[in-house]
């Protein structure tokens, strides 16, 4: 560091994250993550996305909205889990409903 001392009522460190791509299973080797969407040079007819965050969630959201067949792998029971209550509640609903 350079020294300088900083101070703020709230501070976020953000780390970032990488994503883990599952392996071992046949078809393993079309997964992409979501950094790579941006690098696809067609529109799939269909995709899974594998994730219960607002990452995969997002980007279930934007594969449907554009008109592939999209499915969302979550563990657990829903998406958004560790979000309030009311977020992955209706969350769920919504999906379920498109």
């Known amino acids: 560091m350079d020294g300088q001392e900083y101070t703020a009522d709230h501070v976020l460190?953000?780390?970032?994250?990488?994503?883990i791509l599952p392996t071992?299973?046949?078809?393993?080797?079309?997964?992409?993550?979501?950094?790579?969407?941006?690098?696809?040079e067609h529109q799939p007819k269909k995709a899974v996305v594998v994730g219960a965050g607002y990452?995969?969630?997002?980007m279930?959201?934007?594969f449907h909205a554009l008109?592939?067949?999209?499915?969302?792998?979550?563990r657990y029971d829903s998406?958004?889990?560790?979000?309030?209550?009311?977020?992955?509640?209706?969350?769920?609903?919504e999906i379920q409903n498109r």
């Open 13 to 19: 460190i953000a780390t970032g994250g990488a994503p």
């Open 55 to 58: 990452i995969a969630v997002e």
């Open 79 to 93: 998406p958004l889990r560790n979000f309030d209550k009311i977020i992955h509640e209706n969350l769920v609903e």
């Open 24 to 40: 071992g299973f046949p078809g393993a080797e079309y997964g992409i993550s979501s950094d790579d969407f941006f690098l696809l």
């Open 67 to 74: 008109g592939t067949e999209t499915t969302l792998v979550v």
């Open 60 to 62: 279930s959201g934007i």
